[in-house]
Nanobody, 127 residues
Framework: QWRRGESGGDVVQAGRSRRRACSVSGRSVEQYARGWFRQAPGKEREAVSCIGAKAATSDSPYYKDSIKGRFTISRDNANNTVYLQMNSLPPEDSAVYSC?????????????????WGKGTLVNVSS
């Protein structure tokens, strides 16, 4: 069964940084793309970043244009964990962040969605 161990929700001051982690237990997902999506109150869910199935891959990560240069996605396949480094956070980045995965290329996961989902955790950027 798809189960995830996510970083706890937190409150962060604007301009600060956070690193989120999402782990999957019970199965190997090294052949799965992994990603981060987010949904703010009253807004649609949107893709933030997705990364390909293997650590050394020609499947380039996908980044939402508005966070390019500030966020970095990475993964540790040995621990079935995907990370999202978030820098210079503005209040507009406040959302519930979730970490789906699926057997598809990174760009397809971010554009088309699908895969396996969980409840997500809140990141609240306060000014």
């Amino acid at each position: 069964q798809w189960r995830r161990g996510e970083s706890g929700g937190d409150v962060v001051q604007a301009g600060r940084s956070r690193r989120r982690a999402c782990s999957v237990s019970g199965r190997s997902v090294e052949q799965y793309a992994r990603g981060w999506f987010r949904q703010a109150p009253g807004k649609e869910r949107e893709a933030v970043s997705c990364i390909g199935a293997k650590a050394a891959t020609s499947d380039s990560p996908y980044y939402k244009d508005s966070i390019k240069g500030r966020f970095t996605i990475s993964r540790d396949n040995a621990n079935n964990t995907v990370y999202l480094q978030m820098n210079s956070l503005p209040p507009e980045d406040s959302a519930v962040y979730s970490c789906p995965g699926g057997p598809r290329p990174a760009t397809e996961l971010c554009i088309l969605g699908g895969g396996y989902w969980g409840k997500g955790t809140l990141v609240n950027v306060s000014s």
